[in-house]
């Protein structure tokens, strides 16, 4: 089941440049993603999220991106920050459909 | 801030024992589920619950494994024979809605199968 593709199992970062993590979805019937944040030993907590309807969804330093025709979303963090090293988890839903996540990505922020 | 609780934090078990994960979830949620994520790969959905009644579920939640929401407050899964395979760490979460809206979640339970 690779309905939520995270290629990028890692990314590092120098603090104070951007941070972009991509995720690509393959079923056209997702209509609402989510990105979610993940410390070791915690449960994933909520970032961000973006309606299919719309293409770009920003709160603070995170913008989430959305292009439909190629059902690809990303995360831009700007400025990152060494607080933000965690895995980062793309997740979509659709309507009667389970949440989906995708395999994450580890993003490493250096001081 | 309310949150979602699960107990055990780490359990340990034999091959074959029966597992009993418990999860409070947040008190005015409708809509509750469990995840799981073996070491190192990505976070699989197992089952979603809804007014007393499993809504979906995946091919993982096979007859090993079962939920129940026994007094209105707590949400457990058991897996009746656990398999070494079973070894994860096992996520309660809950929400308000089942579309558009984020799922919140516990700090997981550690299942190790020796």
């Known amino acids: 089941d690779q309905q939520v593709k995270q290629n990028s199992p890692s990314l590092s970062v120098q603090e104070g440049r951007i941070s972009i993590l991509n995720c690509d979805y393959t079923n056209s019937m997702f209509d609402y993603f989510l990105w979610y944040k993940k410390y070791p030993a915690e449960g994933p907590t909520f970032l961000i999220s973006i309606s299919s309807i719309k293409d770009k969804n920003e709160d603070g330093r995170f913008t989430v991106f959305l292009n439909k025709s190629a059902k690809h979303l990303s995360l831009h963090i700007v400025p990152s920050q060494p607080g933000d090293s965690a895995v980062y988890f793309c997740?979509?839903?659709?309507?009667?459909?389970?949440?989906?996540f995708g395999a994450g990505t580890r993003l490493f922020v250096k001081a | 801030e309310p949150e979602v609780t699960q107990t055990p934090s780490h359990q340990v078990t034999q091959m074959g024992q029966e597992v009993i994960l418990r999860c409070v979830p947040i008190?005015?949620?409708?809509?509750f589920y469990w995840y799981r994520q073996i070491l190192g790969q990505k976070v699989e959905f197992l089952v979603s619950f809804y007014n007393n009644e499993i809504s979906e579920k995946s091919e993982i939640f096979d007859d090993q494994f079962s939920v129940e929401r026994p007094d209105g407050s707590n949400f457990t899964l058991k897996i009746r024979s656990t398999k070494l395979e079973d070894s994860a760490m096992y996520f309660c979460?809950?929400?308000?809605?089942?579309?558009?809206?984020?799922?919140?979640f516990g700090e997981g339970s550690r299942l190790t199968v020796l």
């Open positions: 008190s005015n949620h409708l809509y």
């Open positions: 997740a979509a839903q659709g309507r009667g459909f389970k949440t989906i």
């Open positions: 979460a809950s929400s308000t809605t089942s579309f558009g809206g984020e799922l919140f």
